[in-house]
T-cell receptor, first 116, second 109 residues
Framework: GAVVSQHPSRVICKSGTSVKIECRSL??????MFWYRQFPKQSLMLMAT?????????EQGVEKDKFLINHASLTLSTLTVTSAHPEDSSFYIC????????????FGPGTRLTVT | DAKTTQPTSMDCAEGRAANLPCNHS???????VYWYRQIHSQGPQYIIH???NNETNEMASLIITEDRKSSTLILPHATLRDTAVYYC??????????FGQGTELSVKP
């Protein structure tokens, strides 16, 4: 199997606060994890790629100081949205790969963030 | 990574085969064709991938033309639960998954 979980599934926060989203690979060790964002009626947009124990690589236009990514272990990556604003409201999705020549990405169920 | 072109939407009758086309005319020799689908408000689900040979698994079949410039995903007996957005993505092994707009498949009773 290749199960990826995310927590929380939904979160509502006030403008100016920070929110942490967790992504876990439940039954495999994930060498690489990815974070995506999806606005309503739009496709997924890759935000960053993270490898365990190293700094994340951010896509062009994604602010690394606003979207803090930590990949402290082979089964856990976290995305922290700092000083959230209403325009950060979105569906955040993570994915993970097993590595060792297996390149399929297995996606989490997503986290719906609403900033009021 | 090469870009792909897919129809915006398609309908399919329940129980019939759903054939979803994808054009990737600029695909290079070491790029694979991947298919994912996303049911509303869920994370994408891996379906199948291939390089140049046709592939089949428990979910679907992937037919890749000989020149590799296009492919077709086939769901042999579509059910209402197959209603989703289907993404065709071309990438190198280990490369990024860059999602286009996909095809919104509606399976109707």
């Amino acid at each position: 199997g290749a199960v990826v979980s995310q927590h929380p599934s939904r979160v509502i926060c006030k403008s100016g606060t920070s929110v942490k989203i967790e992504c876990r690979s439940l039954d495999f060790q994930a060498t690489t994890m990815f974070w995506y964002r999806q606005f309503p009626k739009q496709s997924l947009m890759l935000m960053a790629t993270s490898n365990e124990g190293s700094k994340a690589t951010y896509e062009q236009g994604v602010e690394k100081d606003k979207f803090l990514i930590n990949h402290a272990s082979l089964t856990l990556s976290t995305l922290t949205v700092t000083s959230a604003h209403p325009e950060d409201s979105s569906f955040y999705i993570c994915s993970a790969t097993k590595g060792q020549g297996i390149y399929e990405q297995y996606f989490g169920p997503g986290t719906r963030l609403t900033v009021t | 990574d090469a870009k792909t072109t897919q129809p915006t939407s398609m309908d399919c009758a329940e129980g019939r085969a759903a054939n979803l086309p994808c054009n990737h005319s600029t695909i290079s020799g070491n790029e694979y064709v991947y298919w994912y689908r996303q049911i509303h408000s869920q994370g994408p689900q891996y379906i199948i991938h291939g390089l140049k040979n046709n592939e089949t698994n428990e979910m679907a079949s992937l037919i890749i033309t000989e020149d590799r410039k296009s492919s077709t995903l086939i769901l042999p007996h579509a059910t209402l639960r197959d209603t989703a957005v289907y993404y065709c993505i071309v990438r190198n092994q280990g490369g990024k998954l860059i999602f286009g707009q996909g095809t919104e498949l509606s399976v109707k009773p």
